[in-house]
């Protein structure tokens, strides 16, 4: 009786692996898209500042649902002397997210309140700017 090489049972069994894996579908745990592409998935629009909140909506502009919708909240602080400014920057970051899922075309509100008060401080402005951090978009079988 003949024996087949190792060599050969080695090749045989990596190829057939690798013809097996080419039928499952790829799916990637994230990607990661520049500003203009996520805005024509998820953007933020209606965006009111007062003292203690920032309200605004998140639109879906996909034929797809999102969920997991991270938005950054930036309170960021200019100088009215921008060539001298103070030692203490009381610029700061939130992250908040939004707790629903929001449908193909659909819209959510949201308004953010932050668990500590701004700093009062003079020589200066906040700016706020809210923008979208991450989501999800969920893929349904057949779209």
């Known amino acids: 009786m003949k024996t087949v090489p190792s060599l050969v049972l080695v090749s045989f069994f990596a190829l057939a692996c690798l013809t097996v894996g080419g039928f499952c579908p790829a799916v990637w745990a994230q ?4 500003r203009a592409a996520v805005e024509r998935i998820v953007s933020v629009d209606k965006v009111s500042v007062t003292d203690t909140s920032v309200s605004g909506e998140v639109i879906n502009h996909s034929r797809n ?11 960021i602080w200019f100088w009215d002397n921008e060539t001298k400014p103070g030692s203490n920057d009381p610029s700061v ?11 193909p075309g659909g819209r959510a509100s949201f ?11 003079s020589g ?10 991450g989501f999800s978009e969920v893929f349904l079988p057949g779209r």
């Open 124 to 133: 200066g402005h906040f700016e706020t700017v809210a923008s979208i951090a």
């Open 65 to 75: 649902a999102v969920r997991d919708v991270q938005l950054l909240i930036r309170y």
């Open 111 to 121: 308004t953010f309140k932050p668990s500590q008060p701004l700093a009062r401080t």
């Open 93 to 103: 970051s939130f992250y908040y997210n939004l707790p629903d899922e929001i449908p």
């Open 31 to 34: 990607t990661i898209r520049d």
